[in-house]
């Protein structure tokens, strides 16, 4: 297989097509850098990848980073640049249980990064790729007023995908590891809030270098009924909140059982907003049948597991003893996002 760009792609770029044929080349070049399955049957450079087709029902999905919006290059390096924009991916599949298998790339590139800058974000790309199993069988280059870097993934289904619209009045409600660290490290990047050492690092690498659950949603789509699942992405109470839709169902939360780090606490003391409203987690929030408690879960998942609540019938999502969800500051909180 020969490696480069499609014509296409060069043809959008062709004022200056000379100045930037550089970095086609560079990034054919890295793409033939970076292994294939068997599974894939020809990878970069035709027109289209060709994969073999999985034993089962197969996973798609798409995500973008937009420079600016979600993320800001002073902050982390190009390979965590690279590595991030799968993994954010990567989570959507472990939410569904499945198996990654390959993803095409998108990169809208702008004026002023240079051919070492993508050179380092693909080696983070490829380093994530391969401790994933994926196959990154394509790409595309167009030009932008932004860097943005967009990654379709494929993947195998579990016989039983974990579906935001499974859960039931009974259920209990989990969450894997511990929120709101990355939205913490977030803003100590922003100069928003401070933090000093360890602390510092544990939640500026939460945001810069996220874990996808994937091992942990493959054992959780074991479970008979399958759970419903999604990973939290844009906050718990925002991510709950579309379990709840899904399932027309509501859920009581105990605000004490919000798992947070030390980390998390040292900066936030006892504020949940946060670790309640704060994304870029990428922790799996799961419903299973009253039967399983949270040993047995984290034992099962491999994981630390919390219980935070309870389904029930209603709507909504409310504290426990009934107090409103509503936090302070919570618009300024969503608006201020990453
Ligand atoms: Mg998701």
């Not at 379990?243 to 980390?263: C, F, H, T, W």
């Not at 984290?298 to 909504?316: C, H």
Request: aromatic fraction near 6%; hydrophobic fraction near 45%; include cysteine.
């Amino acid at each position: 297989v020969k490696h480069r760009a499609p014509v296409s792609s060069l043809r959008t770029v062709s004022r200056r097509a000379e100045a930037f044929a550089g970095e086609f080349d560079l990034i054919s070049r890295l793409c033939a850098r970076l292994p294939l399955s068997r599974r894939t049957l020809l990878g970069p450079g035709d027109d289209a990848a060709i994969i073999a087709r999985g034993a089962g029902a197969q996973l798609v999905t798409i995500d973008s980073m937009v420079e600016g919006m979600h993320f800001d290059l002073r902050w982390g390096t190009p390979e965590q640049l690279g590595a991030r924009a799968l993994i954010v991916n990567l989570s959507d599949i472990a939410a569904m249980g499945g198996a990654p298998k390959a993803c095409v790339v998108n990169l809208a590139i702008r004026p002023g990064l240079s051919p070492e800058f993508f050179e380092r974000m693909y080696a983070g790309l490829g380093r994530a790729a391969r401790v994933a199993r994926v196959d990154v069988i394509g790409g595309n280059i167009a030009r932008a007023e932004q860097l943005a870097i967009t990654i379709a993934l494929i993947g195998d289904a579990p016989a039983k995908p974990l579906r935001r619209d499974a859960a039931r009045p009974g259920d209990g409600i989990f969450v894997t590891g511990t929120l709101g660290d990355a939205a913490v490290g977030w803003r100590i990047l922003e100069g928003k809030l401070r933090a000093r050492g360890a602390a510092r690092t544990h939640l500026i690498n939460r945001y810069l270098a996220p874990t996808a659950r994937l091992a942990a949603g493959a054992r959780l789509a074991r479970i008979r009924p399958a759970p419903a699942a999604i990973d939290i992405s844009d906050g718990l109470w925002q991510d709950l909140g579309h379990i709840l839709k899904r399932s027309r169902v509501g859920a009581e939360i105990d605000p004490s059982a919000i798992p947070v780090s030390d980390a998390y606490r040292a900066v936030m003391r006892g504020d949940l907003s946060l670790a309640l409203g704060g994304g870029e987690d990428y922790e799996l929030l799961f419903c299973v049948r009253p039967k399983y408690g949270a040993r047995r879960l984290a034992a099962m998942l491999g994981v630390p597991v919390a219980r935070i609540g309870t389904i029930v019938k209603g709507r909504e999502a409310r504290f426990l003893g009934g107090g409103a969800p509503a936090l302070a500051g919570w618009d300024q909180l969503r608006a201020g996002a990453p």
